[in-house]
């Protein structure tokens, strides 16, 4: 692959991939939108689900890491699933993937959508139909997506700074006052971990982690990908995991560990609200609505930039047609892939808007929760994967400590997904057909790419027919997602 048929490359460093990971789980709008219902379930003891979903996802990360020098790809978890388990099953991950992403990203246009409309009203008095700030995000979205990756990590940088000053801010605030009544300790206590509702709140607290594993999709643009996608994974898991669990236990301290439980289910939409009027007064309330809805369009940023780059990278290994791997000759964007995937959402939205569905309740929930599914069940065959992968080394290679750390995350996030798929309608409020469907969306997306689009005829120049194996007819620099050895260590044939 020439220079010019290939990514923008040494621009991303550490820092940089870690803020495309961060922005896209939108920290400010989870907090804000989805913690007081885990509150409102599990208790004072919510803030330690956090820390339990980053010490599970610490150990996927271990599998995870231990396989980058060994998977070259920039397909993110289908080159990690293709490495362990043939070319097969390696794109029919990465089918569930490029359909997970597109439903996550497409879904958070109707949480923009409401918002939007929300800021307006509360602010100015305007009552704004939610399909317009929608349709300008979508525009501006893919600008900055065909810009140029560090033209998207220097925004995301920005926004991320800015809903992270705020929720810290307001953090001090209540510990200088000491909170409502005292600041303590009850969030982890014994009977605070085991209230009953904290196991069914594991779900929303894993949920709150999504993308941190698109890492490896920035590998072509990375500086020293080997080195840089490890780090920038572990500095995202940890960040997410601490500041979640210390935002929700100052609203605790806040809102006093008595009250708070019923405070919240009260005031779903409004307790962040509420907590910022109180210690901050009206100008952090009105300033953390602007901050939400720009906290949303950073997420459809780094999830619009992650889409791109799957589909560029299932073009490039010949899974997909070859329109998608064409890069831009000056910005060196997929450009063309980043333009379909913004067609696709504009289509999608307008579709809704004009069937009048709810923005949130039906356009968020509803697309959302394929993308849900699938995401949580890549990230738990990713982990058998890491098992399998390193079983099969040599015993100098076999590394038992990420071995026993991948199949103790492979357990929990099995259980984890199982919980996610019984309790969907909790999150949907459809029917169980409907919910029938929206998970039947997964297994269908992973046997399209295994029946079909992986037979050896599409993709046997780059994808080896049993793991393990070398790939065939590959170059150094356009190593496959399966570009792997016998010894573990990427050796293309001349």
């Known amino acids: 692959m020439t220079d010019s048929a290939r990514l923008k490359g040494n621009v991303l460093g550490t820092a940089g991939v870690a803020l495309m990971v961060i922005a896209a789980a939108a920290p400010l709008s989870v907090l804000a939108g989805v913690a007081p219902l885990a509150l409102s379930i599990g208790g004072i003891g919510t803030p330690v689900v956090y820390l339990v979903a980053g010490a599970v996802l610490g150990l996927f990360a271990v599998g995870f890491i231990a396989m980058v020098p060994f998977v070259r790809s920039t397909g993110g978890f289908y080159g990690f699933i293709a490495a362990a388990f043939g070319r097969r099953a390696g794109v029919g991950a990465a089918i569930v993937a490029v359909v997970s992403y597109n ?12 918002q939007a409309s929300l800021m307006f009203r509360n602010l100015f008095g305007w009552d704004v139909p939610w399909i317009l700030p929608v349709l300008a995000t979508i525009a501006v979205v893919w600008f900055l997506g065909f810009r140029g990756i560090n033209t998207g990590a220097r925004v995301l940088a920005l926004v991320l700074a800015a809903e992270t000053a705020i929720l810290a ?4 605030a209540i510990l200088f006052r000491g909170g409502a009544n005292g600041i ?5 206590s014994p009977e605070a971990i085991f209230a009953p509702g904290m196991a069914v709140i594991l779900t929303v607290a894993f949920a709150a982690f999504l993308g941190f594993e698109s890492t490896a999709l920035y590998r072509e643009e990375a500086r020293n990908p080997n080195r840089t996608i490890p780090r920038a994974t572990v500095v995202a898991i940890a960040f997410l995991a601490l500041f979640y669990s210390f935002i929700t236990w100052s609203i605790v301290q806040g809102f006093g560990a008595a009250e708070v439980q019923a405070i919240a289910g009260e005031e779903l939409e409004g307790l962040f609200f509420g907590a910022m009027e109180i210690y901050l007064g009206p100008w952090a309330s009105a300033a953390m609505s602007i901050l939400i809805v720009i906290s949303i369009f950073a997420s459809q940023l780094a999830i619009h930039n992650a889409n791109n780059r799957y589909c560029y990278s299932l073009a490039k290994d010949a899974i997909l ?16 892939a980043g333009l379909l995937q913004s067609a696709l959402a504009l289509v999608i939205v307008l579709s809704f808007a004009a069937a009048d569905a709810d923005p949130f309740l039906q356009l968020m929930l509803w697309i959302n929760s394929p993308g849900l599914v699938g995401i949580s069940s890549l990230q738990a065959l990713t982990a058998i994967g890491a098992v399998v992968f390193f079983a099969k080394r040599r015993s100098s290679d076999s590394r038992p400590a990420v071995i026993i750390c991948s199949a103790i995350a492979a357990l929990c996030l099995i259980a984890t997904t199982t919980t996610l798929i019984l309790t969907l309608a909790t999150f949907t409020n459809a029917d169980f057909g409907t919910n029938a469907v929206f998970v039947a969306i997964t297994p269908l997306s992973f046997l399209l790419g295994f029946l079909f689009l992986g037979r050896p005829k599409r993709a046997a120049a780059v994808l080896p027919d049993q793991p393990g194996t070398e790939p065939r007819e590959t170059s150094a620099s356009d190593a496959s997602p399966s570009d792997v050895s016998r010894n573990g260590a990427s050796q293309p044939k001349p």
């Open 103 to 114: 439903a996550l990203q497409i879904g958070l246009y109707g949480l923009l959508g409401a």
């Open 169 to 172: 801010l307001l953090a001090a």
């Open 184 to 188: 303590g300790l009850e969030s982890f």
């Open 321 to 336: 047609p070859p329109l998608f791997g064409k890069v831009h000759p000056t910005f060196r964007t997929p450009y063309v």
